[in-house]
Each structure stands twice: as C-alpha cells, then as structure tokens.
C-alpha cells in the first residue's frame, strides 16, 4: 500500500478507534490507498474543486480527494464514532476538510456547493440509488454540480450505464440516459473491501448534460413508471394509465403500440413524455 501523506495506515486508524464497520449503516472500508487514489484521479482534476464526500468512515477516500488537491473536502458522516478520526484528518489537512455530522438522505447539497463542485463518494450501498437519482432529479436544470463519481453494486452500476436493448435497461438508465453521460471508470472486487461485501462493486462517472427546458423530470418519471411496470407487455397495454389517447400518442412519436419497454431509447421516452403533457394541454 502506498503511502500518500503522514498520517497512519488505515488499519491502524480502524483500531485506534474501534471503527468496525456496522452492517446496519450499510458501511464496506476500503483500506487499500492505491485503490483510493484511483477512485479520486477518476474524478479528474480537483483542483480549485469543492469535493463532497458521503460516509468518509475512516477516512481512506477522504485523504486521497485531499492529497490529490482538492481544495476543500465537504463530508457527510451520520457514524460519530468516525469523527476523532476524520478530525485527525482535517488537522493534518488545515483548513480544508468540513466534516458535517448529518444522515446524508436530508441534507441540502445544493447549499454546500462553492464554486466547481463535485461529488465523489463510496456510497452506503442502501441509500446509493435514493441519492442518485435525487441528485438527477432536482430543478431547475442544469445540474449545480460538475461531475459523480460514485461507488455502487455492480448489478446498480450495470442499471446506470444501460441502453435500449440491454438486459439491466430499465427506470433508472432512462434518467441517467436522459440527464447525465454515464460511465464504468473501475471494478473493484469483494476482497478489496473490509468487510467484503456479497458483490462485485463498481465506480460510476457521470457527467450532467444539458435537458429540454419543457419535459419536467416527473413527466418522464411517470412515463417510465407505467412502461417498465409492465416491460413484457407492448406498450399499448403499459402506457394505458396515462389517461391520454394512446394512438394520438404513438403516433406523434412514430410508434406503433406493439414495441416494449426495454426497445425504447432514451430520445423516445423524452418524446412521449412531452408528447403526453401536450396531448394532456389539448
């Protein structure tokens, strides 16, 4: 393991203070600072970048976003038996470590923004879909956040990244799909974790990009609610619900009602979502 500034090895740092990790508090350490300092070089350059950081625990991400320049860390830690530890941190690192005692699910991330922001995290993998999709969904839109990069199961990082046709294409790679560029930037296996947990996990960067100004996030969220609810059945059977008439709808978007859920590209979606609205205006 590499050493990447003075203060102890992670395992020591664990013991000191009695860190192990609750299953409760969905908490995997990831010692190893090789692997760390990889996950903080995926986010690109990080200077003059605010970094927020969700479940630092001991800190082994934390100090690899720090030694890599990041010129403020902002993490989100609900375990106060971390905070002497991620106090040590802070103190070998002056006056660029923020650590809030908070549940990451209610906190404001907007407001934490300054300047260039990024958000880099291991997540607690029981609420890493909750804030994922939390962060895409906000408006107004564009994002006020520069890029994610975020670690997940590998089965969610697959859901991500999917596109019409995939096996995992469904709900979530639709928004993703919609709002952001999504990538697999490394695969990291159960051994590299204490304790392992029961999956391959994965980091994902995403990088928002621009949407149409006239489909409102939730309009496409109803949609595919209705469409992947019932993915077997063609879409003249799922998308009954809407309430709009449904051949007006398929044919405004160039369908034919027989299609399923998982052949619809993203663009699709976004035509039947404002395609929907309209109809619904009429």
Known sequence: MSQIDELPPLREVIAEHGLWAKKELGQNFLLDLNLTARIARSAGELADVTVIEIGPGPGGLTRALLAAGAKRVVAIERDERTLPALAQIAEA???????????????????????????????????????????????????????????????VAERIVARAGDDAYGRLGVLCGWRSEARIAMNLGRDAFTPPPKVTSSVVHLTPKPTEADVPVRALEEITRHAFGQRRKMIRQSLKGLGVPLELLFASVGLKGDERAETLSVATYVELARATARLRSA
């Open 93 to 155: 690192y002056p006056g660029r470590l923020e650590v809030i005692s908070a549940d990451a699910l209610e906190i404001d991330y907007r407001g934490l923004a300054d300047g260039r922001t990024k958000i880099v995290a291991n997540l607690p993998y029981n609420i890493a879909t909750p804030l994922l999709t939390g962060w895409l969904s906000q408006e107004p839109w564009p994002a006020w956040f520069e890029s994610l990069t975020l670690m997940f199961q590998r089965e």
